[in-house]
Nanobody, 123 residues
Framework: QVQLVETGGGLVQAGGSLTLSCVAS????????MGWFRQAPEKEREFVAA????????YYTDAVKGRFTISRDNAKNTMYLQMNNLKPEDTAVYFC????????????????WGQGTQVTVSS
């Protein structure tokens, strides 16, 4: 089992920045990739970014390219999402997730999930 805990959400004005963190514990050696997803009210959970745990290869959805940066610190078992130039449409609950097998944009392929952290961007 892998446990994930997100922190760093909050309320920010449009154009501002936030950094989310996700700390992994438990069987972290089994992690192949980790990702960030978000879910706005009455919308489906959507892919934001992902990173392979060993080599640090990164992937982004087009909506956040150039604004968000995903990174990880293997020594701290922590993944980050630096979010710059935030827009009201970025408002959502952000979840981190871990995958033992492959990199994927699809939530159903992820084995472990955090509890989520709210990000609200005011206009």
């Amino acid at each position: 089992q892998v446990q994930l805990v997100e922190t760093g959400g909050g309320l920010v004005q449009a154009g501002g920045s936030l950094t989310l963190s996700c700390v992994a514990s438990g069987r972290t050696f089994s992690i192949y990739a980790m990702g960030w997803f978000r879910q706005a009210p009455e919308k489906e959970r959507e892919f934001v970014a992902a990173i392979t745990w060993t080599f640090g290869n990164t992937y982004y959805t087009d909506a956040v390219k150039g604004r968000f940066t995903i990174s990880r610190d293997n020594a701290k078992n922590t993944m980050y999402l630096q979010m710059n130039n935030l827009k009201p449409e970025d408002t959502a609950v952000y979840f981190c997730a871990a995958n033992q097998r492959l990199i994927s944009y699809t939530p159903t392929f992820y084995d472990y999930w955090g509890q989520g952290t709210q990000v609200t961007v005011s206009s």
